[in-house]
């Protein structure tokens, strides 16, 4: 969830369409649901989200030139290439991240800028799930 709190600030900063895809979902948990802005897709214990975003891609046909796809993992890339999508690596985004809400103004005082930990964290949890 604080990763889709993150995307969700992104995406409003940015004023960019945003999707990600978590595995594993619980028995019962697994489906799309709207956080904010971002589309989250759970996906069920026994499939991957690497290959519910290959399906996504496939999909798409013409629109996904209209997409840039996350992902340090080489099918997922080599997905996006075969229909024309962009793609960045998960370190490549994180950068793109750190920078879009590190320089975005401050709504308000309570409101907490991402640390550099807390980005390495997560750049951690990415490369983990591209094994």
């Known amino acids: 969830m604080e990763l889709a709190a993150l995307l969700r600030e992104f995406a409003?900063?940015?004023?960019?369409?945003?999707?990600?895809?978590?595995?594993?979902?619980?028995?019962?948990q697994a489906g799309t649901r709207s956080i904010g802005t971002v589309k989250a897709h759970f996906i069920r214990q026994g499939l991957t989200a690497d290959s519910a975003i290959r399906a996504r891609l496939n999909r798409m046909e013409q629109d996904a030139?209209?997409?840039?796809?996350?992902?340090?993992?080489?099918?997922?890339?080599?997905?996006?290439?075969?229909v024309r999508a962009a793609f960045i690596t998960s370190e490549e985004f994180v950068k793109i991240?750190?920078?879009?809400?590190?320089?975005?103004?401050k709504e308000n005082?309570?409101?907490?800028?991402?640390?550099?930990?807390e980005v390495d964290e997560w750049l951690k949890v990415f490369r983990e799930k591209g094994r």
Do not use: C, M
């Open 12 to 28: 409003r900063l940015k004023r960019q369409q945003v999707e990600v895809y978590f595995d594993g979902a619980p028995i019962g």
């Open 65 to 82: 030139k209209k997409w840039i796809v996350v992902s340090s993992d080489h099918e997922v890339q080599g997905a996006a290439r075969a």
């Open 97 to 105: 991240l750190r920078e879009a809400l590190n320089s975005a103004p």
């Open 109 to 117: 005082p309570g409101d907490k800028k991402l640390s550099s930990t």
